[in-house]
């Protein structure tokens, strides 16, 4: 049984990225002084550390578009073939949707990347895809496994879960890819749509599902 968060969750989750995106459209000036103290503060650690730099530019890419929609793709099948089909069909949703999104925004919001990253990057940055690619691994893994785990398991699995996503986002600042504004879009939008498809999915009829998922198709 896919878990289903309250429906306030996405809804904050979008209502803050709503507020965040037209901070950045606007050009906030406080939010500019934050975002740049941040990356100033990542600069100098990175030139200090580059041992530190080139192992973060390896961890970063665990989460690339390319090995992303591979391993969606993958986890999707696998959760099909054990006959698990709403659960497949989060997962295949949260693998095309999510990046559509954030590749549509980098396309339409203008917010240049910080100058001479540790990593070479030439689109748009908000919101940051390799953070929201993160976010969607691990909120997914969260929202499948929920109920077949006891209360330690799920203790566990939302501090992994929770700290992959974190870590994720931060390789993003410390490699210069990102501004903290596109990282934090990143976990909002992911908060917001994800939980929406998989209220979605736990409801949408499909073939099947009954026998396997654990729930009646509605």
Known sequence: ???????????????????????????????????????????????????????????TDVVAPLPFLIGGLIASLALLGRGWRRAALLCAVATVVVPVLWGLLHGLVHQPRPLAGFVTATSNGFPSGHTANGATVALVAVLLL????????????????????????????????????DVLGGWLLVLGVVPLAARWTGTTTVPGAADRDGTGAS
């Open 1 to 59: 049984m896919i878990a289903r968060p309250p429906l306030a969750v996405p809804l904050l989750a979008l209502g803050g990225f709503l507020v965040l995106l037209a901070l950045v459209v606007g050009d906030w000036a406080p939010l500019n002084s934050f975002d740049a103290s941040v990356s100033a503060a990542f600069r100098e650690y990175g030139h200090r550390h580059p041992d530190v730099v080139a192992v973060l530019r390896i961890l």
């Open 146 to 181: 929920w109920s077949r785990l006891a209360r330690t398991g799920r203790i566990v699995l939302v501090t992994l879960a929770t700290a992959f996503a974190i870590f994720i986002g931060v390789t993003r600042l410390a490699l210069l890819a990102h501004w903290p504004a």
